[in-house]
């Protein structure tokens, strides 16, 4: 089992986090397997029990493991959720790979009456409440701006916890999953407003994405588009193969 690379600038808790990953998006490690204990990992690693503990934690954040007082940790067995998909990343989880810090730097949300674009996109009727909840996040500038809308299934809180916070953790928390992504990648100039929030000053191509979430029954329940600088971001995708 490879160690810990002393030459790569990544934190160490971000490299093992990395390797249990792996292990379990590979099917190594699969749902409802006990993983070794901290003090095994430690020594099968070569690094402290803080490390671990914090690769760990990171992990039963995103929602790929599960720790249980008295028991032990274990690859979470859930419902279709975002950590289930190889190719779907969050931001956070992006930047968070290459050993960046992430956060929100703004954020709103509202409800608003569905358009005739956001009605045919998910099949309702015009003047149909939806969520719109608009985000500029990034490392120490601006990298994207995502504009979500979502169908009322839930409440939706107005505070900075979730604003700033996860989207699909939250979702997760209330049980809500999602059993299909579709996403529509293209270079576009993105309108003025965004290229203002992104701090770009020129009209070059950026990196536009769609993102299309269904619930269980193939019915959508969350729509996005975002805008990436491409200065400053490229998009990774990373495909793993599943023996059944």
Do not use: C
């Not at 990171?58 to 599960?66: C, I, S, W």
């Not at 190889?86 to 509202?110: C, R, V």
């Not at 576009?188 to 992104?198: D, E, F, G, S, T």
């Amino acid at each position: 089992m490879p160690g810990i690379n002393l030459i790569d600038k990544q934190p160490f808790y971000v490299q093992i986090r990395n390797m249990i990953k792996q292990k379990i998006e590979s099917g190594d490690w699969k749902e409802g397997d006990m993983i070794p204990s901290e003090k095994e990992l430690s020594e099968t690693y070569g690094v402290s029990r803080v490390t671990i503990r914090a690769a760990i934690a990171q992990l039963v954040k995103e929602q790929y493991l599960t720790r249980r007082a008295g028991y032990g940790t274990t690859v979470l067995k859930t419902q279709s959720s975002m950590s289930n998909f190889t190719l779907i990343q969050s931001f956070t989880n992006e930047m968070n790979e290459m050993g960046l810090p992430s956060k929100t730097m703004d954020a709103t949300l509202k409800l608003i009456p569905a358009d005739k674009i956001l009605a045919s996109i998910f099949k309702i009727n015009e003047g149909d409440m939806l969520y719109n909840l608009q985000r500029v996040r990034g490392t120490v500038i601006p990298i994207l701006y995502s504009d979500t809308y979502m169908i009322p299934v839930i409440e939706l809180p107005n505070t900075k916890e979730f604003l700033y916070g996860s989207l699909y953790q939250y979702l997760s928390s209330k049980q809500v999953f999602f059993n299909i992504f579709e996403e529509v990648v293209s270079a576009v100039i993105a309108p003025k407003n965004v290229r203002n929030l992104l701090h770009i000053y020129d009209e070059s191509p950026q990196l536009k994405r769609k993102r299309y979430a269904y619930d269980a029954s193939n019915k959508l329940i969350e729509y996005t588009e975002t805008y990436y600088n491409a200065a400053h971001y490229e998009y990774r995708t990373r495909l793993f193969y599943r023996r059944k």
